[in-house]
């Protein structure tokens, strides 16, 4: 199969997971690329185009209310009265859990009424969303509902069809919505159609319990836009396990990740810990019902280990020219366990209770015992990632193949020891002795010693020297050098406890140089290292997030100033993207680049982008207290 992943940029989606659909930016749904609505993992109509009269409605704009809403706006051609259009139709979709549904609401201000022919083109769809995204879907509309109610693929999945007062026929793959009315002068006509569907095989379902509620914030005005379009984006992505449906999360995004990811529903989970710890409670509980309890090679699983993902199914994906298999339930990740173990122990300081913590106790320690047993591979005191060709990528956050290199532009070769995981790793031991302690459970000082020896052993053997200086390589590659590319790695060291006070400071001014911050974020390498390219997916791009988890980490050391200015920078960004933060843009600078460049496969909303709103606000002084 030949992968070519479509692009996300230009088009306009409405979201309530699992539901989602994805339309060109004037509205309609043409199933070219990623356009489609989607139930779960499948693409369940490929066309929903609208035409009035034989032709399609003249676009004026496009309107985002909510990650669930958004409304477009037409104009109709009619024998002119004047040059001004008189006859408009307002276009609003609508994504709730279980349904997809579109109002047309037409009206006139002519002084004659308007006979209008209104047909609604829909094409059913069975392909599933890894087809889609690799660009390969040729068997769309293949499906032949022959009645409006149809499954697409058995049992398990339906779809049932309402349009009250219109015609439907059916023919083959498509359906046929046609309405005729006059539509009297200085008046209003409205038309509507729903789509409810049901995916009792996809592994999770809407979440069931209170939104996200938009928090109050002062300071720099632009900020109040961007945290409710980031909350209304997160309560698009709640979601909950069909298993275990008490406990809910968020998604990772839209459109490719509508699913338990345990990295990022970890990181969100954290960054919103101010607003909502009892979503960090769901998130930690829904991974720990999954905790590995034996060792797979297949999956990745072990005892302790900390889920990476799961599926319906397993599919191919394709990390930058490189086809592999993903099991449909993967422990593939190297830094789940420890950032599980970081949320509980903050999710407790923010107001989760001993009774609630005490449930979990088990599985903090099984994930503890994971670090020492599983995580370091070859016994060097660090945890290692595989390397190319087992498989599972760099296992950590930029698991390009291609995205760990030397400063010289070369790819390092695995395993590799990945900086920011070692700086997970002491940050777990570390809480994770206070917890016990606190419970009254053994172990906590061989934590700490393992806290206190990796932080010795990542002092001599990570960090290297440059013109400029000494700063922390991004890696060990499989032979134990350093990867010395000058990454955006290194920010996720701040905060852990792994540096010493000198070494926090020589990390935050290399952060903090042109070569590293955007304007509007912290690249992902340097534009001075040999493979940068600012749409390189982890060699120059700029992730939401990775910025956001930066300043989060600057805040806990005392870099006040440098956090600010880096939160002013994402709110900048925030604001050439219509306030909703993407999960990574282009590496330009912002002297040169406004607005900011989309990447254009990125997915948007996606939960620790929208997430990273919060921190913003912290680190500009939007909330009264920092909790």
Sequence with gaps: MTFRQPYLHDLTGVVAAPIQAWSDHHGQIRGEGAQGAYCGDDRVLARAVLRVNGAEPEWLSTQEYTSGESEFVYVIRMPAQSADPLVSVTRMRTAVPGRLAESLTFKSIRTDPVRLSVQVELVADSTPLEQVKAGASTAAGSLAPGSSEWQWRGEGTGARLSAEGAEV?????????????????????????????????????????????????????????????????????????????????????????????????????????????????????????????????????????????????????????????????????????????????????????????????????????????YGDSDGDGFLESPGEGSGGGWQGWKNSPDAIRFHDGRVAQGPIALAEVQAYAHEAATVGA??????????????RAFAADLARRFREKFWCEDEAGAYPAAALDRDKRPVDALASSMGHLLGTGLLHPEEKALVVERLMDRSMFTGYGVRTISDTNGGYWPTRHHAGSVWAHDTAWILMGMMRDGFDEQAAKLARGLLDAAEGFGWRLPELFSGHDSSRMWPPVPYPTACRPQAWAAASAVPIAQALGGFNVLG
Aim: contains cysteine.
């Design 434 to 447: 206070e917890m016990l302690d606190h419970f009254g459970l053994p172990g906590s000082g061989e934590w």
């Design 169 to 373: 026929e059916f023919n083959g793959s498509q359906v046929l919505l046609a309405w005729e009315f006059d539509l009297p002068p200085a008046d209003a006509v409205v038309v509507d159609w729903s789509l409810d569907l049901r995916n009792e095989g996809f592994p999770v379902v809407a979440a069931d319990g209170q939104p996200l509620r938009t928090p109050s914030v002062s300071g720099d005005p632009r900020l109040i836009r961007l945290m409710s379009r980031s909350i209304s984006d997160l309560n698009g992505l709640r979601i909950a396990d069909r298993t275990y449906q008490q406990n809910s999360f968020l998604a990772a995004g839209a459109p490719w990740a509508m699913t338990l990811s345990g990295r990022d529903a970890l990181v969100a989970a954290r960054m919103l810990l101010l607003i909502d710890p009892q979503l960090a409670a769901g998130t930690l509980r829904a991974l720990a019902a999954r905790q590995g309890t034996h060792s797979s090679g297949d999956s990745g699983e072990q005892p302790g280990k900390i889920l990476h993902e799961v599926r319906r199914v397993s599919y191919e994906t394709d990390d930058d020219g490189r086809i592999r298999q993903v099991p449909a339930v993967s422990y593939e990740s190297i830094d789940t366990t420890c950032l599980w173990i970081i949320l509980l122990h903050d999710a407790w300081h923010s107001g989760m209770s001993d009774a609630q913590v005490q449930q979990l106790l088990p599985n903090l320690q099984a994930a503890l015992s994971w670090l020492q047993e």
